[in-house]
């Protein structure tokens, strides 16, 4: 077996499942302490920084000589749960194809960076060259959160993510926004209906509204790679007794976001809505308020590092790569709201948070050589 594949195997083997997400996972203490151990057995200058009690980011450092560009490499070491899997942490091999809970989201995109690091100790450059294998991607991003928090340890120029984008590059993902919605009607027995007002039904005027302008946003695209952000109802809940009228319903709705839009105008945009509602119904009293969300991230096309990793990753691949947007929410947002021009590229697979998890194994070591001419041509 080789290196990289014995590499990912080991990785795999390690139950990481996000206790944050699965009460009573393992968490990411035990990977932590293997990648910990293989920095330092391979000559890495390796910081632990502690996250929470048991859930450390690991940082490995290839030094460079100084006056060189840095670059950090990024992967989370959470895993999502493996309710119904089989043997998930028995990672297999089968037509070129690795099996296991995190082969493919995201132990592969790691096990690459990690060996990329490896190959920079001998390559004399002036630039430094970074890892950081970080907590809680999957659940609140507490790792990433932390990893910024003390950016002045490891001041990359850049930086690339190697979640699985099939081998293309992204550019561009959505973000979200958490909502809460809230109906107000009047208490009253039902057998007097003239004394009541029915928040949930009045909760029905709402969804109704906010399913048109889902629709409407889905039908026009404004957004390249992206299209259109949305939204969709996610839990309601209302009324006290059958035979009474409901004098609250509060609904919890998730909208998609893309550059452009924020928190702040999420928040406008569905309280624009309700008072559309409430202008022609005087008895519809209702309140909006954005509890919780994530950025959208992009960067430009023609920014220089995604040129840059165009080139490299086209040589490599003997083709095109293209640019490409992700649907999904990835911790590249967070680095991009610190400053930090970032780039994600990563293996080809499928079964993310799936019964069954593959990456291909061939395209892990294809990511391998790419991140590692990255890091000879950016850092030299």
Sequence with gaps: MSELNSLLADLVAIDSVNPDLVPGGAGEARLAGYIARWGRDNGLETRVQEVRPGRPNIILTARGSGGGRSLMLNAHTDVVGVSDMD?????AIHDGRMYGRGAYDMKSGLAACMLALKAARAMSLRGDVF????????YGSIGTEALLAEWQRWPADALLIAEPTE???SIAHR????????????AAHGSRPHLGIDAIAKMGLALVALDNHDRAMRANPTHELLGSGSQHASIISGGEEISMYPAHCKLLVERRTIPG???ASVEAETRAILADIAAADPDFKAGAKATFGRAPFSIEP???LVQQLKRIAGAQLGRDVPL?????????ALFAEKGV?????GPTGAGAHAREEWVDLDSVAQCQAIYTDLIADFCR
């Design 167 to 169: 081998l293309q590059i």
């Design 261 to 263: 839009e924020t928190m």
């Design 175 to 186: 973000g979200f926004v958490w909502l809460e919605i809230e109906t107000f009607g009047v």
């Design 302 to 304: 023609d920014h220089p």
């Design 87 to 91: 043997a998930p942490f028995e990672p």
């Design 341 to 345: 021009p970032t780039v994600v590229l």
């Design 131 to 138: 890892l950081s294998a970080v907590v809680d991607e999957e």
């Design 324 to 332: 490409i947007g992700s649907s999904w929410w990835m911790d590249s």
